[in-house]
């Protein structure tokens, strides 16, 4: 795909959801979730949060894209996510998972090691996430673990982008890793997008919510051009909200307000540059 | 009761609820509980979230009303909920019901046949809640279930009259169905309530807030009253808010900001009209 | 100490915080928890959250001092609390208790019990939380109960003084009592501070965010100024904040804001008057 190509299906995919506001359901952390499902409708979607098995096995068949965060745990994962991804599977389901703090639990390494067969459509972290998860896949690029910041990254994107080349093959889907400058690759392609704030390491949920909206455009596109689509979104609505505030709190609410109020051809202008991956 | 009469014992309950600080204690989903907690204060009321079940038997008989949400269930609920509604019964305090998914899961069908003979003083839900809640109390105007978007409503408010005066009926209180226009129900009258904002639809809680506010109003006031002023105050503060927004996270702000500066005598204002139900 | 001498302290602990961005792990209610993390993030501190066990014993040897918050208790604190406690003393590590509404419900009495002996080495609660939280440790000035409102206090800052100091000299600590004015003591000597906004009682997690503040700093400096250096900061960020909003949803996005922009010296000037502590 030529980069024109590309913009005409973000273009695309961001129309179809303000059209057709999918639903995507998430498991995801308490602390970013109100954040999560306001971006989720700020960008034309629609949220649900759940916990129970059943519910994630409902609610999954239901949706268009379910978006996983393994946040702050609970006990009920255990039975929930696997049970969840078993009925995505069932269902032909895309999803999303967004490793936070990899490395940190017997419960998180032992569900994060299950999803690597359910392979995720698109997975979204920082660096260090990125380079932890491929470490506990054992694929390239990957490391033990580098997340001895609990859930900060303390690795650059450029790091991750072989650990994240790697998983993007792995998966046969897209992945997105956050940074100052974002990078999204599906494998083969890779692109690095512009924009956003220094604000958006100042707040929490940024990354969370980005992967819930992710998961938004993945109910209406494949999983590059719908990581690249949150991406872009992202860092459109960054910038202009940095801009227009000078504290973080203010620039959540911008922030937010940007999202929704951004049109596809913004969100498709919005500048990257495309890289072939190295192997 | 005449319109008079009403928008008389509205002025009252806000004013009461501003005079004495009503504490209710909620059971409600981790995605919107801060904006449940904050609008209850807004209001003058005091909020204290609760998951376990002696905490809802504690806090139940302390406060005022309390509210059930069901939207996000974790596995405890299984006890909290029975046993909170126990310790309210046995202390002769009122309660209000949220039934966010009704359909979605064993456990929240579950719970929501057993809440059936406890009888909530309000009920509030989107028209398709409303009508799945009748269908799953096998009340007229009811249908097996209509929430094929998990937490959205696909039905207008006129098509839920019919089972919110059933469930009015039923329970011996009030239905408050949230829409366009609002429509509250004692099961004899209904008033529709006008105002409000496009935003309420593009952020996540305002339904679920509004169910927390009634409950503080229902501390001061009987629950047709007390649903009519959750109603008519958010109507107001929403058109307000919608006024000087361009988006939905500055909008859910001056939401809050504006139900905190409406007056009594203002609420009891918000355009509203009667009419009877029809059998 | 000095007055001078505790404000060059003061000065350096919010310096060294914005230098070094320590992480402080939190177990917190789920009401208030995005508020916790972004006032966390605002004065230069990084945020994680958790709730199982081994979550908590991993981050809270990672962080530089723990949160815990009774605020909402779910069943897996039983294990969580007592295990994450051993890993903070195993590790040598500080932590900050804020017992919200004690006195109700038997696992939250259960865990204010056990962390008796592991001496919180700041306690931040309200007036009727800190005499009660002193009454259930059977220490001076203390009472049986004096939440019968559930979060709210119904003590004034003064009628706490006694059972602060009882408090501080038990655990070898600082204890942080909030209100219109807020009052830090070690045992030996009491700092009231001044400043802040009537709105902060108008929105959930003033408290709440305090203590993970006060954890912030924590990481960085001893107890007594940790605590004041956190009451200074939400002193002089409340007074800005509400200088110039006129709702309570506002004040809080100017409150975060305000936060972010505080300087060390400006903290350290903020309007505090020492006092002996008298037996």
Known sequence: MTEEEIRTQIMHAAETVR?????APSLTNTVTVNFVAN???AVGGSAAMFYLPDEGEALGALGGATYFNVGTLLPVYEQTVPLTLEALRHAGK?????PVAVGVGALRTKLLLQMKEYRPDIIRGNASEIIALAG???LKGGAETTTARGVDSTDSVSAAKQAAAALAKWTGGAVSVSGVDDYVTDGTVGAVSH???HFMEKITGSGCSLGGVSAVYLCAAPPFTAALTAVSAYNLAGLRAGRKTAGPASFQTAFL????LASPEEIAEN???LEEVLE
Not at 19 to 23: A, E, V
Not at 94 to 98: E, Q, R, Y
Not at 257 to 260: A, N, Q, S, W
């Open 94 to 98: 895309p999803w999303v998972l967004d």
């Open 39 to 41: 971006a989720q409708i």
């Open 19 to 23: 059209r057709t506001n999918p639903m």
């Open 195 to 197: 924009g956003g704030s």
């Open 271 to 273: 500048p990257f540059e």
């Open 257 to 260: 307000d940007e999202l929704y």
């Open 136 to 138: 506990l896949w054992r």
